[in-house]
């Protein structure tokens, strides 16, 4: 029960996480006192991950501990030398050598690079329309990690930011996650969730984690062979007669052009591709047929050689067998409520006059593009570390 001066808010936690904790949030005379689970939470019941719980409690909301100022450098770059100023300062510093820049070069001599951050909609977006009303150039994509699966997910379902909700897992006989570890990225969604109801769970991942080791059923399959193991299967539930062909018929485009390549990948030639018992491809391709299932894929499937087609290969599973669009099946690969706001662009927020018209560079051309200092006059870093998402030998060179 809260008592004068304080407030408790129910929240979300904002780290850009797949389980999306609940959080009850007890503030006092405006700061925040204290950070927990929340109970009726259906994914965390109740718990935080020890990082949260720890931190949020601790050097979250501890002033000593916390950049509370902007920091002018002082010395060399490198060197670690920063002095506090204030933030009329450093907002008026900023705008004054963006504008000459903007004068001198035009605004898109001014690049920024951003990935998720704090995950609201202010703190992830709002940067974001500054950049856009400048006409800033953008670094897309904002990382690298999951553009592939985006991309083929629109190719096939038009859409790769709307999967099902957790909650229909009640309806579920067969929940299939492909190139995920829920035990390391999702604890709760793998506590609460996968292992805590009826479904049988199939994994698939070439790597034997904590998740493939409490499923009913485990695949592993040889790196760079998920494509082939995705035939195989599809391949098991044609000659069974497990296909939906009243939702291919209504709902599939291109089946017949892949039927006959279908036929030729028997569950032998898949064991020779994919090194998975030919047995174990049967009983995985039959459980996920008969569903209802869902099918969960996660990042590490797309970031290989061909990742984009190999997601839309394991998408024949769910459009094949009508395991779509009914209680207890469903695709998921990454929900965005920011994303589904605007239906799979940029939310508005980020957009400051609706359009998304900025001129935009790819990510694997900025170490080398960051050597010309007349190309890019500043390059501006908001809410991610490019030194840590795959541009190593990041070494800005311009502003
Ligand atoms: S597991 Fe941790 S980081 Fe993820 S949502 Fe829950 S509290 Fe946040």
Known sequence: MAHENQTVIKTTCPRD??????????????????????????TNQGKLCGKCSVAYNGVWIDEDARLLHPMRRVGKKGSGAFTPISWDEALGE???RLGKIVES????????????????????DFPG????????????????????????????????????????????????????????SAPHVDKNWLHDNTAKVIVIDPIRHETADRADLYLQVRPGAD???????????????????????????GFDDIAS?????????????????????????????????????????????????????????????GNIGKPGAGAYYLNSTADIFSRGGKSPIYEADGSDDAATVSQMDIPALLQDAETIQAYMVWNCNP?????????????
């Open 94 to 96: 900023v705008a004054s």
């Open 261 to 321: 390549s279908i036929a030729e990948c028997t569950p032998e030639w898949g064991e020779a591709q994919t090194d998975v018992p030919a047995a174990l491809i049967e009983e995985a391709a039959r459980l996920y047929a008969i569903g209802p299932s869902l099918m969960w894929l996660g990042q590490g499937l797309q970031r290989q050689l061909g990742g984009g087609n190999i997601f839309r290969a394991c998408a024949m599973l769910p459009a094949f067998t």
């Open 17 to 42: 996480c797949y389980d999306g904790c609940g959080m009850i949030v007890t503030t006092e005379n405006g700061q925040v006192t204290q950070v927990k689970g929340n109970p009726e939470h259906p």
């Open 129 to 184: 329309r500054f950049f856009e009303h400048l006409g800033a150039t953008e670094v897309d994509p904002d990382t690298i990690c999951n553009k592939a699966g985006h991309v083929a997910w629109n190719y096939v379902f038009g859409d790769s930011v709307n999967g099902f909700d957790p909650r229909t897992v009640k309806n579920s006989k067969c929940i299939l996650v492909w190139g995920a570890n829920p035990s390391a």
């Open 227 to 253: 494509a082939a193991l995705a035939f195989a299967m599809v391949h098991v539930m044609q000659r069974d007669g497990l296909l939906d062909m009243d939702y291919i018929r209504d709902h599939v485009l």
């Open 387 to 399: 030194d840590h998402i795959g541009l190593n030998g990041f070494q800005p060179g311009a502003g």
């Open 105 to 124: 070069h035009g605004a898109s001599s001014i690049y920024h690079t951003h990935y998720t951050g704090t995950c609201s909609f202010i703190a992830s």
